[in-house]
């Protein structure tokens, strides 16, 4: 059984507003990720991390939007991980792999979340990622163009990442136990040792991250319908 956790517990700082309700067409930005998920056949629960102020106002667009897969909205923590692990303390005993995955990723498709899901079953950890195209540089403090970075191999991390839940929650308790800090599963994962396999992806999965995503994004919808 695959569970989901939508981590949704951001602050939304670099926004200016809650990009999460932000609408994208005619629903939210959260309402297009919970439907990404609750359309997979994969899929059999939703765990929808929230902060805790948030908490009532999302399960009321869960009720309104009739998602029928999401069994929990918990509360999150301060930093991601923390979230990630309230959400795995959320799961049905029944889930043998979880899929993680940023709210503020609404594009996500089925048909991806399956790819990466076939290749974790595989493996026991994936991740979507996109190749890295742009010409990279380092810089010092003062921004001043010290190198260059072949990209060759290099990846944007993406999500969803999938992995036994076994695994996840064994690398979640050495964050913990280690004090660690983690900005995604695959970090949380790596710190065991283990090999996590990306999934490239070439399709629309931006993070909304700055109000231009947002036109994006819906760029990127329209083109889909069109």
Same mark, same amino acid.
């Given at each position: 059984?695959?569970?989901?956790?939508?981590?949704?517990?951001?602050?939304?700082?670099?926004?200016?507003?809650?990009?999460?309700?932000?609408?994208?067409?005619?629903?939210?930005?959260?309402?297009?990720?919970?439907?990404?998920?609750?359309?997979?056949? %994969?899929?059999?629960?939703?765990?929808?991390?929230?902060?805790?102020?948030?908490?009532?106002?999302?399960?009321?667009?869960?009720?309104? %939007?009739?998602?029928?897969?999401?069994?929990?909205?918990?509360?999150?923590?301060?930093?991601?991980? @923390? %979230?990630?692990?309230?959400?795995?303390?959320?799961? @049905?005993?029944?889930?043998?792999?979880?899929?993680?995955?940023? #709210?503020?990723?609404?594009?996500?498709?089925?048909?991806?979340?399956?790819?990466?899901?076939?290749? #974790?079953?595989?493996?026991?950890?994936?991740?979507?990622?996109?190749?890295?195209? @742009?010409?990279?540089?380092?810089?010092?403090?003062?921004?001043?163009?010290?190198?260059?970075?072949?990209?060759?191999?290099?990846?944007?991390?993406?999500?969803?990442?999938?992995?036994?839940?076994?695994?996840?929650?064994?690398?979640?308790?050495?964050?913990?136990?280690?004090?660690?800090?983690?900005?995604?599963?695959?970090?949380?994962?790596?710190?065991?040792?283990?090999?996590?396999?990306?999934?490239?992806?070439?399709?629309?999965?931006?993070?909304?991250?700055?109000?231009?995503?947002?036109?994006?994004?819906?760029?990127?919808? #329209?083109?889909?319908?069109?």
């Amino acid at each position: 059984m695959l569970s989901a956790i939508i981590v949704a517990a951001g602050s939304s700082q670099r926004m200016g507003f809650d990009k999460l309700l932000a609408l994208l067409g005619d629903k939210p930005v959260l309402a297009h990720t919970i439907a990404a998920f609750e359309q997979t056949d %994969s899929v059999r629960e939703i765990i929808l991390v929230a902060r805790a102020e948030r908490v009532a106002e999302f399960q009321e667009l869960v009720r309104q %939007s009739n998602f029928k897969k999401v069994r929990r909205v918990a509360a999150g923590g301060k930093h991601r991980q @923390d %979230s990630v692990r309230a959400g795995l303390e959320s799961l @049905d005993a029944s889930a043998d792999y979880v899929a993680v995955h940023d #709210a503020a990723r609404p594009l996500v498709m089925p048909e991806q979340i399956e790819r990466v899901l076939a290749v #974790a079953r595989e493996h026991g950890a994936a991740a979507l990622a996109e190749p890295v195209t @742009d010409t990279l540089k380092r810089a010092d403090e003062n921004r001043l163009v010290t190198g260059g970075v072949p990209r060759d191999g290099l990846y944007a991390m993406q999500t969803p990442q999938i992995f036994a839940r076994e695994l996840l929650e064994r690398a979640y308790a050495g964050v913990a136990t280690n004090n660690l800090t983690v900005t995604d599963e695959v970090s949380a994962v790596e710190h065991l040792g283990v090999k996590v396999v990306l999934v490239p992806n070439d399709e629309w999965n931006v993070k909304i991250t700055y109000p231009r995503d947002l036109f994006l994004a819906q760029a990127a919808l #329209a083109r889909r319908s069109s």
